[in-house]
């Protein structure tokens, strides 16, 4: 499984992954993007066929905030 999570202290609101990725990504009300399915905590796997998706999105963010692991996140270290 693939867990992913955006880094919002390094996220610049470009608006990338929501276009590759809209069931997975949307954004804050500053623009920020978040990982829809589990408010961005990391924790609930991305659906399987939804992983290219996640994949393009990931490797087309400018500046790298999009986080992918076949973990969960402890995502306090990111959030907030
Ligand atoms: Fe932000 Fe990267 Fe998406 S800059 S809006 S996480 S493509």
Request: net charge negative; glycine share 6%; with cysteine.
């Amino acid at each position: 499984p693939k867990y992913t999570i955006v880094d919002k202290d390094t996220c610049i609101a470009c608006g990338a992954c929501g276009a590759a990725a809209p069931d997975i990504f949307d954004y804050d009300e500053a623009g920020y993007s978040e990982v829809v399915i589990d408010k961005n905590k990391g924790t609930i796997p991305v659906l399987e066929d939804l992983e290219d998706d996640l994949i393009d999105a990931r490797d087309g963010c400018p500046t790298e905030s999009i986080k992918v692991s076949d973990e969960p996140f402890l995502s306090k270290i990111l959030n907030n």
